[in-house]
């Protein structure tokens, strides 16, 4: 296993945990940010998960669906950021 497939693991962890309330929304985006550089993924993906933690976070200012972002689905879109950085990675 690849160091930056590790990282993926790592943020995937660090979701489920925050999925559990055993992590704030605020630390899940800091992890992500952070550690997404360090993959070497093509611009595009860090534009997508850019926005999806905007999202996020803006979403967490707001009881969990009260504003126009669904906290489930931004987590959804972050399972799916990481299942096509991992298909990047291997090819």
Avoid at 15 to 43: D, K
Avoid at 64 to 80: A, N, P, V, Y
Wanted: charged share 20%; glycine share 6%.
């Amino acid at each position: 296993m690849t160091p930056a497939h590790t990282t993926l693991d790592d943020l995937l962890a660090q979701l489920e945990a925050c999925t559990q309330g055993c992590l704030s929304v605020g630390q899940l985006s800091q992890h992500w940010r952070s550690a997404a550089t360090t993959l070497a993924l093509p611009p595009r993906y860090g534009e997508v998960l850019g926005n999806l933690l905007d999202r996020l976070e803006a979403g967490a200012l707001f009881s969990e669906e009260s504003c126009s972002f669904s906290q489930q689905e931004l987590f959804k879109g972050l399972r799916t950021w990481a299942d096509k950085a991992r298909q990047a990675l291997n090819s």
